[in-house]
């Protein structure tokens, strides 16, 4: 996965603007011009950060090969690639809640989908805006993994693991950690209309967001689903969404290209923050119902200075 995400950084991002040439003819001021494009793009500080680290790994094996020498200029050199922090303990990491979709927004982009005809894809959404799960743990969900009584929880015991060539795979989620996590009541009788038949269908093992076969979902697929609900719901697009022609072995398929300005990984972030501000659940906990292997990393991640502070705790010692 590693090697995959680096040769799509590669092909989208760095070779577009550098081009083909030798690493001697590259320079520092095409470097920036590659972290100018990604920025004017509107994508995330992050894709910033991992495209010059992309391209900073390159300069470095330039040089352990001996393609750069150390009387060659450094195509690196003084170029930044990471935000700066604004206020302590703040990093690249950092992500405010304004700049993730609204509630209204999310609610449109579910409505947009079971317009289309995705209505389980709808739910399978409106799931991982409240519980927080990656696209892996979603697609590898079974109907067994669901409780409602006494407490509603998702048990969340393995992901799915795919890649450009070969099958899925079954792990254990992120972290080598089983877990659970939660959703609210309001989901509670969709999703237990669901389970009961998934059961009647496949038993408890069968999945419960599977593809259009019965077989795990590939996200590529997905995507299609999601950038079309994504135009429908007025989301913000980085890229028009488009119709192609062309694709199948005789040229007759197509398919619906095109990028929104949020991806699903990023209602996972809008669960984060509800855990944290509109539940006020305990970063430990929030950090157990995400999987993330350290309290601190959820606090860096979500957790920023918001109104006036000063005021703010003045108001919570006035009966001290």
Avoid at 185 to 206: C, F, I, P, Y
Wanted: charged share 25%; glycine share 8%.
């Amino acid at each position: 996965r590693y090697r995959e995400k680096h040769q799509y950084l590669l092909r989208a991002w760095i070779l577009p603007t550098i081009g083909s040439r030798t690493v001697i003819e590259w320079n520092s001021a095409e470097s920036d011009r590659v972290l100018a494009t990604v920025r004017k793009a509107g994508r995330s500080d992050a894709l910033v950060q991992d495209v010059g680290s992309a391209m900073r790994a390159l300069v470095t094996y330039a040089r352990r090969l001996r393609w750069l020498t150390a009387r060659d200029d450094d195509p690196m050199w003084l170029v930044s690639y990471s935000t700066k922090s604004t206020r302590q303990g703040e990093t690249a990491i950092f992500i405010p809640r304004s700049t993730l979709p609204t509630d209204d927004q999310c609610a449109a982009l579910f409505a947009a989908m079971a317009e289309q005809g995705n209505t389980r894809w709808a739910l399978a959404m409106r799931l991982v805006h409240r519980s927080g799960l990656r696209w892996g743990e979603l697609t590898g969900l079974q109907a067994g993994d669901l409780e409602f009584e006494p407490n509603r929880i998702v048990h969340v015991r393995r992901a799915v693991e795919q890649t450009s060539a070969g099958p899925p795979t079954l792990k254990t989620p992120k972290n080598g950690k089983t877990r659970t996590t939660i959703f609210p009541k309001s989901l509670a009788a969709d999703l237990a209309q669901l389970v009961d038949e998934v059961t009647v269908g496949h038993g408890s093992t069968g999945l419960l967001f599977p593809n259009r076969r019965g077989g795990v979902a590939r996200r590529s697929s997905f995507q299609q689903v999601w950038i079309k609900a994504a135009d429908a719901a007025g989301w913000p697009m980085t890229a028009p969404l488009c119709r192609t022609a062309g694709y199948g072995q005789h040229d007759k398929g197509w398919r619906w290209t095109g990028s929104a300005k949020w991806t699903v990984h990023d209602l996972r972030h809008v669960a984060a923050c509800w855990m944290l501000f509109d539940l006020s659940l305990d970063p430990a906990i929030v950090a157990e119902k995400l999987g993330h292997a350290d309290p601190a990393f959820t606090v860096k991640r979500y957790v920023g200075v918001r109104g006036n502070p000063d005021e703010r705790a003045t108001q919570l010692t006035d009966e001290w």
